[in-house]
Antibody, heavy 123, light 110 residues
């Protein structure tokens, strides 16, 4: 069964840092682009970042550039999102999502989603 | 303000057909695949339509997708009460170099 399981969410103060993780199973992780998408309370979906299968292509939404870093470890079938200088507006459920793209065509569309991990930024 | 434009709501009675539109531009829908997601309250998004019009295994054939130029649409035929949910369209944007989503359409079964 194809599965994505996020972890690492929690409560953090403004200006603080947090790393969320996503463990993948049931498919050949190293051949897929991976994404992070977030959803603020009561709001819609917002794409955050993408990383290609061999990490050669990385993209971020403007609002997190310079603060968030996406990475992956293909040996551990995991993708990570390091979040620094957190702000209240970063409060959201963070979803990990598999992309049908890889290295040749990085972004096609997101076809498998995890259950999400909640990040709350508050003093 | 979302890059992709969806109506905020749509409704129908059981058995009816409902259509949700998604309008974009040449840099997103016009040049990349459109995906449609269904999100029930408290659950993650689930892909309904991939690559403009493909239905993943397990998705009922009541759901169908189409794309023309810079617009796409999702049709739900033979509407059922369990179709009450939020629906989002998404596509990669070549100019922004990122995914863009519609703001979501809340479907209500009357």
């Amino acid at each position: 069964e194809v599965q994505l399981v996020e972890s690492g969410g929690g409560l953090v103060k403004p200006g603080g840092s947090l790393r969320v993780s996503c463990a993948a199973s049931g498919f050949t992780f190293s051949t897929y682009t991976m994404n992070w998408v977030r959803q603020a309370p009561g709001k819609g979906l917002e794409w955050v970042s993408s990383i290609s299968s061999r990490s050669n292509y990385i993209y971020y939404v403007d609002s997190v550039k310079g603060r968030f870093t996406i990475s992956r470890d293909n040996a551990k079938n995991s993708v990570y999102l390091q979040m620094n200088s957190l702000r209240a507006e970063d409060t959201a459920v963070y979803y990990c999502a598999r992309d049908e793209g890889s290295e040749v065509l990085v972004a096609i569309g997101m076809d498998v989603w995890g259950q999400g991990t909640t990040v709350t930024v508050s003093s | 303000q979302s890059v992709l434009t969806q109506p905020p709501s749509a409704s129908g009675t059981p058995g009816q057909r409902v259509t949700i539109s998604c309008s974009g531009s040449s840099s997103n829908i016009g040049s990349n695949y459109v995906y449609w997601y269904q999100q029930l309250p408290g659950t993650p998004p689930k892909v309904l339509i991939s690559r403009n019009n493909l239905r993943p295994s397990g998705v009922p054939d009541r759901f169908s997708g189409s794309k023309s130029g810079t617009s796409a649409s999702l049709a739900i035929s033979r509407l059922r009460s369990e179709d009450e949910a939020e629906y989002y369209c998404a596509a990669w944007d070549d100019s922004l170099r990122g995914y863009v989503f519609g703001s979501g359409t809340k479907v209500t079964v009357l």
